[in-house]
């Protein structure tokens, strides 16, 4: 089993977590809007839903937007270089963004842990809503803030593949540009 192979199955459910909170958002803001500008009534929890969902959504869509170059990045070294130079710049680059990921995965656990004791109060009440007083108590801010760390970690493992597949390139006798061209494409599969 290659590294591709390995590869679209963590990508096919990355994009259906995508698509499916995009359409949790999108219909709970609908819902949101109908009720407060056509009923005159609101869901109290339902805006702080939404920024919870748009920050795991930033997070988790960065490793595909990454994988897929839609992220601001300066290619025009790599390509003024020779073949070897290039690949090995594109390694360090790497390891030096891979470290930066690492870090940010370190800090953000760190953060999540010690600032995310409290309850999330917008899932509180749509619990109290369903179970009354017997409601049992609400996550904690943890898993809100837990969105960098996860997000960042997956780019990590995102790139630590493009580097191997650098490194293999050195051997193949293949370019940066061939390396970047089988990235992309097999990113938009």
């Known amino acids: ?6 590869q679209r199955p963590f990508r096919l459910a990355l994009r259906w977590l995508l698509i499916t909170l995009v359409g949790a958002l999108l ?3 609908t819902a949101q809007i109908v009720l407060r ?11 702080e839903m939404c920024r919870y969902m748009l920050i795991w959504l930033a997070f988790l869509a960065a490793v595909l937007a990454f994988e897929r170059g839609e992220i601001a990045a300066l290619g025009f070294l790599g390509s003024a270089l020779p073949r070897v130079p290039a690949l090995v710049l594109a390694i ?3 390891g030096l963004s891979l470290a930066l ?8 656990l760190y953060y999540a842990d010690r600032a995310g004791g409290s309850q999330i109060p917008a899932i509180g009440f749509i619990l109290e809503d369903i179970f ?5 108590a ?3 801010r943890f898993w809100v803030y837990l969105a960098l760390p996860v997000g960042m970690g997956l780019m990590a493992l995102r790139l630590m593949a493009d580097m191997l597949l650098c490194a293999l390139a050195i051997r193949d006798g293949r370019s940066l ?3 970047l061209d089988r990235t992309l494409t097999e990113g938009l599969q």
């Open 1 to 6: 089993m290659n590294a591709p192979s390995l």
């Open 27 to 29: 219909a709970l803001m």
């Open 37 to 47: 500008y056509g009923f005159n009534a609101s869901l109290l929890w339902a805006e």
């Open 92 to 94: 360090v680059v790497g």
């Open 101 to 108: 990921c690492l870090l940010l995965v370190s800090y953000g």
């Open 132 to 136: 009354g007083a017997e409601a049992p």
């Open 138 to 140: 609400a996550p904690s």
């Open 177 to 179: 540009a061939q390396v």
